[in-house]
């Protein structure tokens, strides 16, 4: 059974523009949660789909968006990248009765 | 709000040798899943071990244990006959029920395996 795909692995921006990541779960995981991870303020929740709905969603400025497709794959968004949103970002799925959250390699988002 | 601590931010062992780490969450729930994840330095975060909160025994992986004392809410891990490979960020997390809620971490512990 194939893990959390994530891509790309890299990313290079500038300032201003924007990016799209991918993350596609496990098969049969319909529920795909993403997070940020900087070395200051640690792992963070962005947000949650569960069946192509956000349930659940992070502190994080509306420049960060996601959606999910009937297929369960995953994609979020920033818009207008800052310099601080340079970070490792992390997706996890999880099945419907879940005990716990498989992660994928992660993207390196670097904004210069 | 669920919180969770890890107090050490770095250790440091001999290869073959037993280390602990150690974590502390704040919670009012009473059903909830604690985690130790694994962080290589490949990034990928692993799962070593699950522990449920309805369950009074400790949860054992092989060379991995917890010692989970719910009434203090402390909820250590333990590592056996370290090897170079355990080498990793070891985060601890919680979650009360994954239908609706999110994994809190904590800041990470990195362990050194010296051999």
């Known amino acids: ?8 692995r890299y990313l290079i921006k500038t300032r201003g523009q924007q990016v799209t990541l991918s993350c596609s779960p496990i098969s049969g995981h319909r529920s795909v949660s ?20 956000q349930r659940n969603k992070g502190n994080f400025p509306g420049r960060f ?20 949103d340079s970070a490792l970002y ?18 390196r988002l670097t904004v210069v | 709000a669920q919180t969770v601590t890890q107090s050490q931010p770095e250790m440091s062992v001999q290869e073959a040798e037993t280390v602990t780490l150690s974590c502390t969450y704040d919670t009012s729930e009473n059903n909830y899943y604690l985690f130790w994840y694994k ?46 490979g355990d080498t990793a960020m070891y985060f601890c997390a919680f979650i009360q029920n ?14 050194t395996i010296i051999p």
């Open chain 1, 1 to 8: 059974k194939a893990g959390v795909t994530q891509t790309p």
């Open chain 1, 34 to 53: 993403w997070y940020q991870q900087t070395p200051g303020q640690g792992l963070q929740f962005l947000f949650e789909y569960f069946s192509e709905t």
């Open chain 1, 65 to 84: 968006s996601g959606r999910q497709f009937s297929n369960s794959r995953s994609e979020m968004n920033v818009s207008t990248l800052e310099l601080g």
């Open chain 1, 90 to 107: 992390l997706c996890a799925s999880s099945s419907d009765r879940g005990t716990e959250a498989f992660f994928g390699q992660g993207t």
């Open chain 2, 39 to 84: 962080q290589p330095p490949s990034r990928q975060m692993i799962l070593v071990i699950r522990q449920e909160a309805y369950k009074q025994q400790n949860a054992t992986e092989n060379r991995f244990s917890v010692n989970f004392q719910k009434a203090a809410k402390s909820f250590s891990l333990k590592i056996s006959d370290s090897q170079l």
């Open chain 2, 98 to 111: 994954f239908g609706n809620e999110k994994l809190t971490f904590g800041t990470g512990t990195r362990l």
